[in-house]
């Protein structure tokens, strides 16, 4: 962080009057370096502030900047490294993958691991979405006398846990965010502990054939 200019004022009248940059970091509560760069810089320029422009320049466009930031939200799963590729080929703009990530964690995306659910088309969300509406006053009795059910499920796509979106505060369950989920079966398929750990092939068995 750099010193206010009232600081490196008070740093160089300390040093002009004989202490030490040891005596005037400890007795203006600064660290040494920069009671070093404050006295160095008015050496140099006179100045007590830090010079306008000066400094690294970005790397980026403001332009650049909106590309990352809406390639990234056109595709949750695009990783730092594929933005970077995109940005060199569709901008010419040549930047690290760590200059990505810090332009997408400017705009709130952040790196997460994606929330499981099932997939869904249009009619299935509208179906949810109409039951949680017809439903949201329930009270606790009608609720007790529903009887909840699960099964196992096999999966035939999914990913293998490395995958990330990035998303922005509020987004886990945002459609986009999502890693959607299909069954391979329709009928449910119960599966035993000793099954699951054999190297026996696994069979489905129909219920007339028991």
Avoid at 13 to 20: C, H, N, Q, V
Avoid at 24 to 37: F, G, I, K, M, Q
Avoid at 86 to 103: G, K, P, Q
Avoid at 195 to 209: A, G, I, N, P, V
Wanted: glycine letters at 4%; one cysteine or more; charged letters at 30%.
């Amino acid at each position: 962080m750099d010193t206010s200019p009232t600081e490196a004022a008070q740093v160089v009248a300390l040093l002009d009057s004989g202490l030490s940059q040891r005596v005037v970091a400890a007795r203006l509560h600064l660290s040494l370096s920069s009671v070093h760069r404050v006295y160095k810089r008015y050496r140099e320029t006179g100045l007590f502030t830090r010079r306008s422009g000066s400094g690294r320049n970005r790397v980026t466009s403001e332009r650049d900047d909106r590309f990352i930031v809406t390639t990234s939200l056109r595709n949750r799963r695009l990783n730092a490294f594929q933005l970077q590729q995109r940005l060199r080929v569709v901008r010419r703009v040549a930047v690290s993958d760590s200059t990505i990530r810090r332009r997408l964690k400017d705009r709130g995306l952040v790196p997460h691991k994606p929330a499981n659910g099932p997939k869904l088309t249009a009619d299935h969300r509208r179906a949810r979405l109409n039951f949680a509406r017809e439903h949201l006053n329930w009270s606790y009795l009608q609720w007790s006398k529903v009887l909840f059910s699960d099964e196992c499920k096999i999966m035939l796509y999914g990913n293998d846990g490395r995958n990330k979106v990035y998303r922005r505060d509020g987004e886990r369950y945002a459609q986009c965010c999502i890693e959607e989920k299909i069954r391979k079966f329709r009928k449910p398929l119960n599966v035993s502990k000793y099954q699951m750990r054999s190297q026996t092939t696994l069979m489905m068995l129909e219920k007339k054939t028991l």
